[in-house]
């Protein structure tokens, strides 16, 4: 069985940082690449990173230089460390794993969500 689940959000302040969790099933998590979508209310959900099984990574223009996504292969855990998070950041965010191909990358399976409010 595949699973999925984030950890690590909240309430933070402008400025202020999260670092967000995602345990994966060991299945999974060895062969994927994993990537991290938010989705804020309103609006189209958005890959923000993604990581490569050999820890290559591509992140969008809007997080560049203030996110890092990584991945520990030992504990089968991705993980996106958010700095200097701005309103605009806050959404629902979801941990997915998926495959790197001529497209970019494409997801398999999504985690809950973790909800991440950015509010003074």
């Known amino acids: 069985q595949v699973q999925l689940v984030e950890s690590g959000g909240g309430l933070v302040q402008p400025g202020g940082s999260l670092r967000l969790s995602c345990a994966a099933s060991?299945?999974?998590?060895?062969?994927?690449?994993m990537g991290w979508y938010r989705q804020a209310p309103g609006k189209q959900r958005e890959l923000v990173a993604f990581?490569?099984?050999?820890?290559?990574?591509v992140y969008a223009d809007s997080v560049k230089g203030r996110f890092t996504i990584s991945r520990d292969n030992a504990k089968n855990t991705a993980y996106l460390q958010m700095n200097n998070l701005n309103p605009e950041d806050a959404a629902v965010y979801y941990c997915?794993?998926?495959?790197?191909?001529?497209?970019?990358?494409?997801?398999?399976?999504w985690g809950q969500g973790t909800q991440v409010t950015v509010s003074s």
């Open positions: 997915s794993s998926g495959r790197v191909g001529s497209r970019g990358y494409e997801y398999d399976y």
């Open positions: 990581i490569t099984r050999g820890g290559s990574t």
């Open positions: 060991r299945s999974i998590f060895s062969i994927s690449a």
